[in-house]
């Protein structure tokens, strides 16, 4: 008989024990152990979509802080060219000003030193006329210049006007007449300008002389608050305008030189 | 010639005895168990799992998807019974390997106290899921008349698991002890080899067909379920 009926029934419980105890100690334990770690891979994979949330969420806040940021920047910048732009108007208005300042102290500078250049050049070129026309019409026409020089102002004096004439005249009799000229006239010249002056007025007034070095070469009549004077001083004028307006080119090219 | 491990009887008093397959079946449960609890004692569910652990699970979790492919549902309800029966098998079969191993599946008496396991379960997850009128009633659909067949039909059906699996593997060492008396080199380690792989697919063989008759058990219940959910 190949059917052992008390091991059939006795395998038949052992195979009941040995489910029972695969189902403690295999079934069990492994199926719980794979739901845990099921469950712990769902929990991270849940916990990271969480974290990923919140990375995006953190993401855009930070995009948004960032826009901002520049924005600000932007606008910062924009005030601080424009502040810039101010400020460099107002240093160069500043250097303008100082520049036109410097200027005209130099042009009164300028003016200043043509003027004290003048006053010398007339000087020396008075002298120095004098003494060449004294000594060429010594030279030459063998007259002293003195005389001529008195001769030609005689002869302006009768060509005053008469209204001139008697005004002059009304003031010499008050006061006398002031001569002056840059030399002594020698006694024999004063009658000569004497007569001169009697002979243009009509009547004898008191002469008084006056010599100033520093005069330029002429003679000068002060009558009241009239001036009648002849000299080399208004040659001198013509002179003086040609040297201001050579003054006048050099100030202007170095004016332009020195923006 | 021994063909089944039955006739070797250790210990006897009145009915009582024990014979070769029972002690092989009780050292097969002390091995099983013994394996299953230093793995499992040892327990991780995070970092780096153990090979026994991982060995374990694979098996158990294969085992869980092909009931679930067989249809059973929950596979988890069914998996103690079926995963015992198959592992039991299994193991069983493999350790014929081991010179002077006597597989218990090589005796009928095994093999028919699995079938009537199986035979039994049948009708209990039956009525569990259909109760006792809708399991009855199974035995006359389509008709009355076919009664009969549906008996028999089970009836045999444990007959022929039985027969099957107990057929494989003493045959396995029927052959085996045949062509080593006729070709005592080489043969009889190709017709161990071969014992191996058809122990390993009458375990899974016996198995399936189990989960098949259970399943056909539960069918309609779940049929019925299957219909309501869609």
Redesign the interface.
Known sequence: MLIDWFTVAAQTVNFLILVALLKRFLYGPILSAMDRREQRLVDSFAEAESKLGEAHQLEERYRGLLQELEEARGVRLRQLEEDVEEQRRKLIAIAKEEASEVRQAWATTIRAERAAFFTELKKRVGGEMLKIARKSLGDLANAELEQLMVARFNERLVQLDSDEREKVALAACDSGVLVRSPFALPEGLRQHLADGVRHALGQSVALHYQDHAEMPLGIELTVGGLKLSWGVDSYFEQLEQDVAALYDGQAMISSQERP | ME??P?IFIYWQWH???I?A??AI??LN?LL??LG??LV?RR????GRLSRG?NL??VL??GM?QQIHDMGLAPP?EF???L???F??VLFSNLLTVIPGYMA?TG????T???A??VFLSVPLWGIQRRGLAGYLRMYIEPSAFMLPFNIMGEVSRTLALAVRL?GNIMSGSMIAGILLSIAPLFFPVLMQLLGLIVGVIQAYIFAVLAAVYIAAGAQMEQQRETGAES
């Open positions: 063909i089944t039955d009915g009582l005895k014979n397959t029972i079946t009780w449960m099983l168990v299953a609890w499992t327990m991780r569910s995070n652990q374990l699970e158990v979790s869980e988890r998996l103690p019974f995963g015992s029966l592992v039991f218990p005796s009928l008496s095994t028919t106290a699995l009537l396991c107990f």
